[in-house]
């Protein structure tokens, strides 16, 4: 890893939530971040706040888009390369959230592309820059990939293939650190979609899952899947 002053990341979705917390506490700890999200207007109120304390470039756009991934690696090689690259960008499919028997394969795909195709292509784009710097790469994933939690079948299957395909990431690329990381249950928007109408207020804001996060990334730790809400051993 290089000096503090010049450390680089990418965190995708990262204009609210789990996204958002932890752009604001890497740009405190003088990260320089290229941060993107679909909505333009949360993200330059999400860029506008981060640049007070740290170099922020916003990137407004849709992952699946090969031109916006493109642009994403592109600001980063500008600030200087890269040395953190967060796949924190996802959607849940359908609200409320239909049984596999009744899931509209059209939907199904797209959560696939969202959740694990386009996260793969942007790590694709982004390994010379990060094998260059030791980099690591955060793949945000879920409780849902590893429990059967019905009606979560689309969002859960998707993260799942998210984890193998880190698992196997990290066995190719040893040179580098890659971690499928589970936030836990947040209060987030997301998470109000997968239960609509209901009452999640006792869930712990995303701000609660960024230390275990920061703890890992200056630890040194091997490449695995950690958990937010566990000593911070391999799951």
Do not use: C
Request: aromatic share 6%.
């Amino acid at each position: 890893m290089v000096d503090d002053e010049s450390r680089v990341g990418i965190i995708t979705g990262a204009s609210r939530g789990f996204g958002l917390a932890t752009a604001r506490a890497l740009a405190e700890a003088g990260w320089s971040l290229v941060i993107d999200a679909r909505g333009s207007d949360a993200l330059a109120l999400a860029a506008e706040e981060l640049a007070v304390v740290s170099q922020v470039v916003p990137i407004a756009g849709d992952i699946t888009d090969p031109s916006h991934r493109t642009r994403l690696i592109t600001a980063a090689a500008h600030l200087g390369g890269l040395d953190l690259l967060v796949n924190n960008a996802s959607i849940l499919g359908p609200s409320p959230q239909p049984p596999l028997a009744a899931y509209p394969l059209d939907v199904f795909r797209r959560v696939f592309e969202v959740n694990v195709t386009a996260p793969l292509a942007l790590i694709q784009e982004a390994l010379p820059l990060l094998r260059s710097r030791r980099g690591t790469i955060v793949n945000v994933t879920s409780d849902a990939a590893i429990e059967g939690f019905e009606g979560w079948g689309g969002y859960g299957s998707s993260k799942a293939s998210l984890n193998q395909l880190s698992n196997v990431l990290a066995a190719e690329e040893p040179e580098i650190k890659v971690y499928w990381f589970d936030p836990g249950d947040m209060n987030t928007r997301m998470h109000q979609e997968a239960f609509p109408g209901e009452d999640i207020s006792d869930r712990p804001p995303p701000e609660a899952s960024v230390p275990p996060l920061i703890s890992l990334l200056g630890s040194g730790r091997p490449s695995g899947h950690y958990q937010a809400t566990k000593a911070m051993d391999p799951a």
